[in-house]
Nanobody, 117 residues
Framework: QVRLVESGGGLVQPGGSLRLSCTAS??????????MHWYRQAPGKEREFVGS??????????MYSDSVRGRFRISRNNELNTVFLQMKSLEPEDTAEYYC??????WGRGIQVTVAS
């Protein structure tokens, strides 16, 4: 069964940057066919929407939650079959497990991002 695979997480100081990547466990599962979403879940909190990017034929439109708009940017590279979440000006409140999703039933297992000094 196909799943998504996140990478690029880790520990970063406040004000720093990280770039997360999301690929598929099977090359034949093309992320370019889906509006791709990023979610996050902090300890003791519910999973929350971070942002999404539509397919290129639909305009490659981006949407973001109020908490990350202007600091986070989602992009895609269909040749690499990868979706990226570029995060900058990170805050301790951004500490969470980050998940990508294809807008349907396919999820990744998550990647930890910790913002701390």
């Amino acid at each position: 069964q196909v799943r998504l695979v996140e990478s690029g997480g880790g520990l970063v100081q406040p004000g720093g940057s990280l770039r997360l990547s999301c690929t598929a466990s099977r090359v034949s599962f093309r992320l370019g066919l889906y509006t791709m979403h990023w979610y996050r879940q902090a300890p003791g909190k519910e999973r929350e929407f971070v942002g999404s990017i539509s397919t290129i034929p639909s305009g490659n439109n981006e949407m973001y939650s109020d908490s990350v708009r202007g600091r986070f940017r989602i992009s895609r590279n269909n040749e690499l079959n990868t979706v990226f979440l570029q995060m900058k000006s990170l805050e301790p409140e951004d500490t969470a497990e980050y998940y990508c999703n294809n807008g349907k039933q396919v999820w990744g297992r998550g990647i930890q991002v910790t913002v701390a000094s």
